[in-house]
Every structure is written in C-alpha cells, then in structure tokens.
C-alpha cells in the first residue's frame, strides 16, 4: 500500500547494521522537491552513522518503484532559477549516494522511469522483478535526462544509454537492463526479490567494515567532479523545461489527464 501524503512518505528502519529506507508517494512514487531533499537529508545522515554499514533503498507497494520527478512541480515551473533548482532535486540525491560511506542495494519492484532510473543506476547493486521494465521519456516533452545521464551512462555504457534515451516511448524490460548491467538480478516475483536483498544486505553487514568502505570509495573513483557536472546538467534540464515546445508538451499531457 502506497502512502496517501500529497507531500509523500520516507521512513527509515535500522536492524543488525542495516538501514532500510522506503519511500513512497500517491502519484506512482514519485519525488516532489520535498521528498528529494528529505531523502538526500537522510542519506547524509546515514553515511555518518556508525550502527549502520549497509543500506537497502525501496519503495511502497507492488507495482511501480519509482515514476520520476513530481509531474505537477515540473508544470509549474516558469523561469530558468527555478527550473534548474527543480533538477538539482536528483542531483543531490544521486551525489548523496555517491558520496554516502555505506554500500547501497536497490530493490527494485516495478516499473521505474526518469529520474527513477537515475536512483536505480546510483545504487552499488541492484535486484529487482520481472515486471522492473525502465524507460526515459524526457524527450517526449522536449527535455533529456542530462542530471542523470553520468550515472546511468556509468552503469550501462553509452550505447545502452543513446538507447533508452532515444526510443524514448518504449519501455525495456527488467532482463534488458539486467543484460545491460543496471540490474544484477531479476526474480519473478516480489516475495523472492524481497528475501535476495535480505540475504545479500546480511552477508555484507557481516563483512569487514573498512573494507566495505574502501570498495565503496573504489566503485565511486573518479566521480568527484560530479558535484559540479550534475548541478550543470540540472541547468540545462531547467532552461529546457520553460521552453515553448515542453510548455506545449506538458500543458497537453495535463488535459490529457
């Protein structure tokens, strides 16, 4: 069951070294700028905590994990200043990832699009379900997913990622992204994807806590420059989303709806 708060939901539960965040929203889970300043508030927290040594990152319910940025907030936008703040929402939280001290395992229950996969992609490993397909559909509307093309590109290469970017209107199934490496491992369903990352996030906490934080640096070198790149590409993202063709795009989407 999802969360019914318009502002969506973000709770935390820590047990044997392992933190489990679960986030959720009405709208598909997905992330208004209140919700992506809570979680990359909480990441920061977790880094710094020394109960903690894995981190398990999920969403509510069973069908979609995660249907990007709030729809209705990227409507509203009507000037440059505000747009690139909007898009800097992702870009804090995948740094927060990146830069979080402890190990991330995405488990990943449904349909992911956007900034969704952006988030799955910024996992260290990540399991999900037959029915985890992705896709980006920025293009559609007349912008791209520039704040998460780095670490997207990073996890499936420039080939997978001019894929899925491009055929902007068709999804990929969850083998395709597994093929691709966004995914180590697809299950059928949701009961067994739910006790793989229980084991998987067990065996890490029992492992050597400075060596799980000297891969985690490992996994992440030479991404440091990222603190400026994404903040740029969530401009480009805002200059684009005040753009007559988006504006056109987003206004017949609403009507639509």
């Known amino acids: 069951m999802t969360t019914t708060r318009e502002d969506g939901s973000l709770y935390t539960h820590i047990q044997n070294k392992i ?17 992506l300043e809570r979680l990359t508030n909480e990441l920061n927290k977790l880094s710094v905590n020394n109960e903690v040594l894995v981190i398990i990152l999920k969403s509510e319910g069973d069908r979609t994990f995660c249907a990007g940025a709030s729809f209705h907030e990227l409507a509203a936008i009507d000037n440059v200043s505000d747009g690139k703040a909007f898009f800097s ?11 979080c001290s402890k190990l991330i395992i995405g488990c990943v229950q449904g349909k ?14 990540a399991l999900a379900t037959e029915q985890a397909a ?11 997913p520039f704040v998460i093309a780095p670490v997207v590109k990073r996890k499936i290469n420039i080939s997978g990622f001019a894929e899925l970017t491009l055929d902007a209107t068709r999804w990929k199934n969850a083998y395709w992204a597994k093929e691709k490496g ?9 009961n067994e994807l739910n006790k793989e990352v229980d084991i998987l996030a067990e065996k890490l906490a029992s492992y050597n806590p400075e060596a799980l934080t000297e891969i985690k640096k490992n996994l992440w070198k030479n991404t440091e ?14 200059k684009l989303a005040v753009s007559s063709f988006t504006k056109k795009a987003l206004e017949k989407l609403k009507n639509n709806q």
């Open 89 to 99: 929402g992702f870009a804090n939280v995948i740094n927060a990832m990146r830069r």
């Open 182 to 190: 966004l995914y180590a491992r697809v299950f059928e369903t949701q």
């Open 19 to 35: 933190a489990t965040i679960e986030f959720g929203h009405p709208a598909s889970n997905s992330f208004p700028k209140i919700l």
């Open 112 to 125: 992911t699009v956007g900034g969704g996969v952006g988030l799955v992609a910024a996992c260290d490993y």
């Open 225 to 238: 420059h990222w603190d400026n790149l994404l903040l740029e590409q969530a401009e480009i993202s805002g």
């Open 134 to 144: 992705i896709k980006l559909s920025e293009l559609t509307i007349g912008i791209g």
